[in-house]
């Protein structure tokens, strides 16, 4: 029982820490690179006028501006909800492809850098979101990785089973049983 309470003990400890101290920080690191992208972006509005156009402007400082917002709520159910919308709404499909090819038809490289930098942080943002399952995870994955192996080896035990059980009488009097070849 005392052992039961330390584990809990450490799972409050590090989902604490996770939680209230250092996530939090990597957060406020992730919204000032994208205000530093927002930034870029505006600045590229100046300089380029009428070749970014309002379209592709507005796309992107609206994207940025979204990952801005949520990048707390960015976990495994909301990437779920958004994957089933996006599946059955075709209406927002079509939105969503219309940007994106607005954006890739754009004379201005910087944009599309500009697109992916901020999708590559907000997919790290979701990382960072179910770090603070990895203690969970792990330890299922070493269990399935475990028994993953325990049945490849009985599977292969069987499969050299059967295979000495179907061998000829000739053959099967060479079979040495501590597993070398008599002859």
């Known amino acids: ?14 989902h604490f820490i996770y ?4 996530l939090p920080s990597m ?3 992730l919204r000032y690179r994208l205000f530093r992208y927002r930034d870029q972006l505006v600045k590229l509005k100046v300089v380029h006028g009428d070749k970014l156009s309002d379209d592709v ?13 949520r990048l707390p709520f960015l976990s495994l159910s909301l990437f779920i909800e958004a994957r089933r919308e996006f599946e059955t709404n075709n209406q927002l499909r079509q939105k969503v492809d219309r940007k994106i090819q607005l954006i890739n038809l754009c004379e201005i490289n910087e944009t599309k850098k ?9 997919f790290y943002a979701f990382s960072l979101n179910l770090g603070s399952w990895v203690v969970y ?9 475990f028994i993953k192996q325990v049945f490849k080896l009985a599977f292969g035990l069987k499969r050299l089973i059967q295979e000495l059980t179907f061998t000829t009488d000739h053959e099967f009097e060479k079979f040495d049983p501590r597993g070398f070849a008599a002859y």
């Open 114 to 122: 500009i697109l992916k930098k901020t999708s590559q942080l907000a």
């Open 19 to 22: 939680e209230s101290i250092l």
């Open 137 to 145: 995870v792990v330890p299922i994955l070493l269990v399935v990785y």
């Open 27 to 29: 957060r406020l690191d």
């Open 1 to 14: 029982m005392a052992t039961i309470l330390f584990i809990f003990f450490l799972l409050t400890m590090y």
């Open 57 to 69: 402007f507005n796309s992107l400082f609206y994207s940025i501006n979204s990952s801005i917002n």
